[in-house]
T-cell receptor, first 118, second 112 residues
Framework: GAVVSQHPSWVICKSGTSVKIECRSL??????MFWYRQFPKQSLMLMAT?????????EQGVEKDKFLINHASLTLSTLTVTSAHPEDSSFYIC??????????????FGEGSWLTVV | TQLLEQSPQFLSIQEGENLTVYCNSS?????LQWYRQEPGEGPVLLVT?????EVKKLKRLTFQFGDARKDSSLHITAAQPGDTGLYLC????????????FGTGTRLTIIP
């Protein structure tokens, strides 16, 4: 079963509204989670590193005021797309590293969340 | 920014044929991972290589990490329709909580 889960799997919102996507680590605690964005037929682009209890670290070119990241607990990170526009429509994926020794620091990815802004 | 270029970008071959996908960079990575992604799903880890020159096999898939840890290859023997998908390499600089840099991706289609 999934060890990193995202919700919702897909969401449609109106232009100008905000939408929140959750990323949960189910079997382990993750001090660091990562948010990626993927356009159709393209690779994953890292948006930001979510740090538990502190501010997220954003990649160059990613607007931190538009893509709000909150990592309030060791098992949950949220990505809020504020004032969404059609160009924000994309597949958003999170990942988390399992720090437990037997997993060998394996990185697990969520199932992804499709966002469509109309 | 470390860039990972994959080639080919698209590959469509007949069932039973062999193929190789390449992942190249000018940067050195502490580890390199290969993922396969189905449409509408997150990437699924296939293998992690950490040692220069390392070769790992996963059934019909053979992964190799370059001696200088700048490049990697994925070879599939006797491809099957179930191998169809987007293959992504991803490199990690440093160890521990480092972020992954994904390659440009190779979309593989196996024709029955």
């Amino acid at each position: 079963g999934a060890v990193v889960s995202q919700h919702p799997s897909w969401v449609i919102c109106k232009s100008g509204t905000s939408v929140k996507i959750e990323c949960r680590s189910l079997d382990f605690q993750a001090t660091t989670m990562f948010w990626y964005r993927q356009f159709p037929k393209q690779s994953l682009m890292l948006m930001a590193t979510s740090n538990e209890g502190s501010k997220a670290t954003y990649e160059q070119g990613v607007e931190k005021d538009k893509f709000l990241i909150n990592h309030a607990s060791l098992t949950l990170s949220t990505l809020t797309v504020t004032s969404a526009h059609p160009e924000d429509s994309s597949f958003y994926i999170c990942s988390a590293r399992d720090p437990r020794g037997h997993s060998g620091n394996t990185i697990y990815f969520g199932e992804g969340s499709w966002l469509t802004v109309v | 920014t470390q860039l990972l270029e994959q080639s080919p970008q698209f590959l469509s071959i007949q069932e039973g044929e062999n193929l190789t996908v390449y992942c190249n960079s000018s940067s050195v990575f502490s580890s390199l991972q290969w993922y396969r992604q189905e449409p509408g799903e997150g990437p699924v880890l296939l293998v992690t290589v950490v040692t220069g020159g390392e070769v790992k096999k996963l059934k019909r898939l053979t992964f190799q990490f370059g001696d200088a840890r700048k490049d990697s290859s994925l070879h599939i023997t006797a491809a099957q329709p179930g191998d169809t998908g987007l293959y992504l390499c991803a490199g990690e600089v440093g160890f521990g909580n480092e972020k992954l840099t994904f390659g440009t991706g190779t979309r593989l289609t196996i024709i029955p």
